[in-house]
């Protein structure tokens, strides 16, 4: 029998219904997970290869490369601290940033505002182990409730089709309920916008080398509404 979370799991006492204005595409009417059309750039492999990145354990064995953050400071921190209160949006480039241009200009060009934003690194993991690793985020502590729900974005870096994201929404007793489960490909360029804090996910990592991809903290309303309208797969 696999590892699977219980009613003690950190994540159940997460928030998970309140005031805050949401999308409609990503409300609970919705699965909570939006596929965006595969990039149409490249990123060239130095921008994620060559930034600095730091030991923080989360969704596996991972590192994370800060592209921006609270205060513009090279650290993995949630934006919370018990001396400074920051919804997670509002961020600052990093020194990383200037390694990057290309992702750099493409979070900033959505025009829409954005928190955390970092590369995360994870060394593969089967479906058991990443199990260990089902969790749901935290995003919007300090988020006042008049204000955008935070989701969050992803950017595949790497090339990895035999790679998924596990998505599962909550059933009524708060844990994951498989019957919601939804596989994310993970092959290069592939983008993708969940509500994290809504489900519960890990990535589960078949490959033989580490997998990259950014992720990013973005504030719903109106400019992401605008963001997300102009990045939707083409219909067939
Ligand atoms: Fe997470």
Same mark, same amino acid.
């Given at each position: ?11 159940v006492?997460?928030p998970? =219904? ?14 909570? %997970? ?21 030991d ?7 590192? =994370?490369?800060?592209?921006?953050? +609270? ?13 400074q ?7 600052? =480039? ?14 900033? &060009? ?16 089967d ?14 502590? %300090? ?21 998924? +994201?596990?998505? +599962? ?19 290069? &360029? ?20 580490p ?24 219909r067939?």
């Open positions: 029998m696999s590892f699977w979370p219980t009613k003690e799991h950190w994540s006492s997460i998970r =219904f309140t005031p805050h204005p949401r999308l409609a595409i990503l409300d609970d009417s919705t699965s909570g %997970f939006l596929p965006l059309a595969d990039a149409n750039f490249v990123v060239p492999a130095h921008e994620w290869e060559t930034l600095e990145y730091m923080w354990k989360s969704g596996g064995d991972t590192n =994370f490369a800060p592209i921006a953050t +609270m205060d513009g400071e090279l650290d993995c921190r949630g934006f919370w601290s018990k001396d209160e920051h919804p997670d949006k509002d961020a600052k =480039f990093t020194a990383n940033a200037d390694q990057c241009p290309t992702l750099r200009d493409y979070v900033a &060009g959505t025009g829409v505002n954005f928190g955390r934003m970092r590369i995360i690194k994870l060394q593969p993991q479906r058991e182990t990443a199990l260990r690793s089902f969790h749901r985020d935290d995003n919007n502590r %300090f988020n006042p409730d008049s204000d955008g729900w935070v989701v969050r974005s992803w950017l595949e870096l790497t090339d990895n089709p035999n790679s998924y +994201m596990l998505l +599962m929404d909550s059933g009524a007793d708060g844990l994951p309920d498989p019957s919601t489960e939804i596989r994310v490909p993970l092959h290069r &360029g592939a983008r993708f916008v969940v509500d994290t804090q809504r489900l519960w996910h890990v990535v589960v990592h078949n490959g033989d080398a997998r990259y991809a950014l992720i990013t903290s973005f504030e719903s309303g109106q400019p992401l509404q605008r963001w997300i309208d102009t990045q939707l797969p083409a067939v």
